[in-house]
């Protein structure tokens, strides 16, 4: 298995034999042909997220397991979670949505087909719909995302028409746990439930798993924490997809709210804390690198990650559309992003420069308002997410984000949304805005949260860099006193067109 491991370039170092590469990696920390594969892959790279697009074709409506956190939802526009999409797509339709947003986003980069229910449960649609994009649009990456149950059957598919990135949801290694999750599965021809299906399941999971790894095909795992079910196993989990080979691993808060009608959602099944979920990351990633900026996407949805601009592409629209799709000018616009991107690394490192020889134990979490770019360009009661960054003297590190309700609405700000603001980043020391007005900052303030807005524009990592340091500064010299924040709450279906 450790062969397998590693047989795609991603070394291992140190005692845990932890893969050398993943998310937060950079050019020279892997082999060039992993590079390539990820380098403007916003899944597979956290920089890359924030600069380069995806979007998802839901092409896929059928599928073959039951989850107990999962309701298929078509025809809604107001929640952001995966499974859910407001129109579904034939391949020929769904093909010219792609060269209609590719035209008019020029760094979307990614396609992938993720639901609303399993592409392999619909292998003839997925496929055709790869097919039609490979040949109009060859500069795209092709993804899918599947359950694992009928993975085994169409690696040769999958692999003949060059989809080099696969996410496989694996919740368990254990059937007794998987049990719990997964009422039943449709296998063979017949239905299967309790302890049996999870079995079968898990199996084809972790055999389709090796296959890909086998063939050179980045693998990507997704696994939803579900406290007091399987949050203590997947440090379990994360152990046997690392000795399988699998590229990165993805642990996300279940999504549980009783008004989108989950099993889990409606027998009170809780999610997790912002901080349960970071203390088990942060386990695994002693094993293996972990992806910290998945948004748990609709299976429609469009854009750079934590933004949805499908409505911009609806089926009428993009029927109307006289598309004409310009690779050149695609190429010059991102070679444009890598021209800024690069730039921001230097910034970083220059930065980061500067504290060499700083001697400290203190970390603190950061929130940070951006509308992408590496940037702080965001304006406090405009966000619908803050990223978080926990820096310390290694630097800043991306760890995860926030969804939360819009402040501002239409001129005045809304005091119920500014609290669950506050407690979606109670954990954090300082957010980070381009713009904050007076009221919020007050309150902020009252929180122990400090509105920082000096840094308008700047580079996200650059800036947070900077701000550690001078942070560090005021703890010695008596100006402030560091403390230890409180936990934060995961929000719960915020809406996406709030």
Known sequence: MQEIAEHKGCGTKGGSGKASCGTG?????????????????????????????????????????QCNYCNRKYDCANESRPGVVSEKLTPEQAAKKVLAVASTIPQMTVLGIAGPGDPL???????????????????????????????????????????????????????????????????????????????????HQLRGLEMLTERGILCKINSV?????????????????KSRGAFLHNIMPLISAPEHGTVFGL?????????????????????????????????????LLGEDRSSEFTTDKIMQMDVKYDLDTRKAYQEKVEGERQAKVEAKQAELATMAGEMSDIKILVAVATKGSGRINEHFGHAKEFQIYELSTSGAKFVGHRRVDLYCQGGFGDEASLETVIRAINDCAAVFVAKIGGCPKNDLLKAGIEPVDQY??????????????????????????????????IRQGALINA
């Open 25 to 65: 990696a950079g050019q020279g920390d892997m082999p060039a042909e992993i590079w390539e594969k990820v380098k403007n892959h916003p899944c597979y790279s956290e920089e890359a997220h924030h600069h380069y697009a995806r979007m998802h074709v839901a092409v896929a409506p059928a599928c073959n397991i």
């Open 121 to 203: 449960a619909n292998p003839a649609k997925t496929f055709k719909t790869f097919e039609l994009i490979s040949q109009t649009a060859p500069d795209i990456k092709l993804c899918l995302s599947t359950n694992g149950l009928a993975l085994p059957e169409h690696v040769d598919t999958i692999q003949k028409f060059n989809v080099d990135h696969v996410t496989i949801t694996i919740n368990m290694v254990d059937p007794e746990i998987g049990a719990k999750i997964y009422p039943w599965i449709f296998y063979n021809h017949r239905r299967i439930e309790g302890v049996e299906a999870a079995r079968i399941l898990s199996e």
């Open 225 to 241: 924490m579900i406290p007091g079910i399987n949050d203590k196993h997947l440090v379990e989990v994360n152990k046997a997809v």
């Open 456 to 489: 308008a524009m700047e580079f996200i990592e650059q800036s947070a860099i900077s701000y550690f340091k001078d942070y560090l500064q005021r703890v010695k010299s008596g100006e402030i006193e560091h403390v230890t924040r409180g936990d934060a709450d």
């Open 267 to 303: 027998t009170g099944q809780r999610g997790p804390t912002a901080q349960e979920l970071k203390a088990l990351q942060d386990d695994c990633e002693g094993e293996m690198n972990m992806m910290r900026h998945c948004r748990q996407c609709r299976a429609d949805a469009v854009g």
